[in-house]
């Protein structure tokens, strides 16, 4: 990659400027990964029309003029049957007492449930918090003023900033407003840095999002991506890698295999593409796929995957 990835310059001296951290938060299938993308400039989430298609707390950086945004995507909230979903619901709540701001996202498409109500419960001792409603290139704009008024009486927000992930609509109106609500100080990262995500889970989280592009049913919930061995570039320019796709059950196997093949070659074939785009080289990529039976509720197996508990 041409961004830097990994901690956090020692800014000591530099220059103060308006520079903070903004977590992004909400329900399963909000757009909080599209708008990370959309906000730092790049594809560092990757993105599914299926729900927790987030796992891990994600960091993005994006320097402005006069000021430098930390913003973090989040697991979306939702009710937790494995292991895996706990930790992943506990990552997201844990990053509210850890930010400068929370951006809670809502799908303007949907109506206020109970999974909301139970996140706008949580925030109530959190401020500020600005309600981000994504979607609007699906909605009437004639039908987002009731549901912005029905919203403003749940709780008292610094602001209230329709916009479409997707499209980029009024996402400079969004920055603007993050801008203004965060504090002064020296910027935390240097000016080519991106993301704090490792190339072994970039590396992963690309073959899992063509496992969820290409598979249906049960299968996407189910799946995860190892990367068993992670070889740089030879002098030819030709990356190395080797991912095991797990799957929970034996019948699940063949569904991601596919007949001759056909699947786990459809979904390696697009995921070689997206790789050698992200790191700009030639890539060999070897998947193979193995049963891991209950590997949702294996602590041990989680740790692995990133999805041990967050380290402040």
């Excluded at 329709?162 to 020296?186: F, K, M, Q």
């Excluded at 598979?215 to 080797?242: C, H, K, N, W």
């Excluded at 295999?257 to 459809?266: D, P, Y």
């Excluded at 209950?294 to 197996?301: F, G, H, N, S, V």
């Amino acid at each position: 990659m041409t961004a830097r990835t990994g901690t956090p310059d020692d800014s000591s001296g530099a220059p103060r400027i308006t520079c903070g951290s903004v977590c992004l938060i909400g329900r399963p299938n909000a757009g909080k990964s599209t708008l990370l993308n959309r906000l730092v400039g790049a594809k560092i989430a990757i993105v599914s029309d299926k729900p927790q298609t987030t796992r891990t707390r994600l960091l993005g950086v994006r320097n402005y003029p006069g000021g430098q945004v930390i913003y973090i995507d989040t697991p979306g909230i939702h009710r937790p049957l494995h292991r895996m979903n706990a930790r992943m619901v506990e990552a997201a709540l844990d990053t509210l007492s850890e930010v400068d701001l929370v951006t809670l996202l809502m799908d303007a498409t949907q109506s206020i449930g109970g999974g909301d109500r139970y996140l706008l419960d949580r925030l109530q001792k959190t401020s500020p918090v600005v309600l981000v409603l994504n979607k609007i290139d699906r909605v009437e704009k004639l039908a987002l003023l009731p549901k912005i008024g029905e919203l403003s009486r749940l709780r008292d927000f610094a602001e209230i900033v329709p916009i479409s992930a997707l499209t980029g609509e009024n996402v400079d109106r969004l920055e603007e407003v993050v801008l203004r609500y965060l504090p002064e100080g020296p910027a935390l990262y240097p000016a080519d840095y991106l993301t704090d995500q490792p190339e072994r889970i970039l590396v992963a989280e690309t073959v899992r999002e063509q496992v969820l592009a290409h598979t249906r049913s049960e299968i996407p919930f189910s799946t995860a991506v190892l990367v068993d061995r992670f070889q740089e570039p030879d002098p030819s320019g030709l990356m190395r890698l080797y991912c095991t796709i797990l799957v929970e059950r034996a019948s699940q196997k063949p569904i991601v295999i596919g007949r001759a093949g056909s699947m786990v070659k459809r979904i390696g074939t697009a995921a070689r593409l997206e790789l050698e785009r992200l790191f700009g080289t030639r890539v060999f990529l070897d998947l193979r796929v193995k049963v891991r039976p209950d590997w949702r509720e294996d602590e041990r197996l989680l740790d692995t995957l990133g999805l041990g508990p967050h380290e402040s």
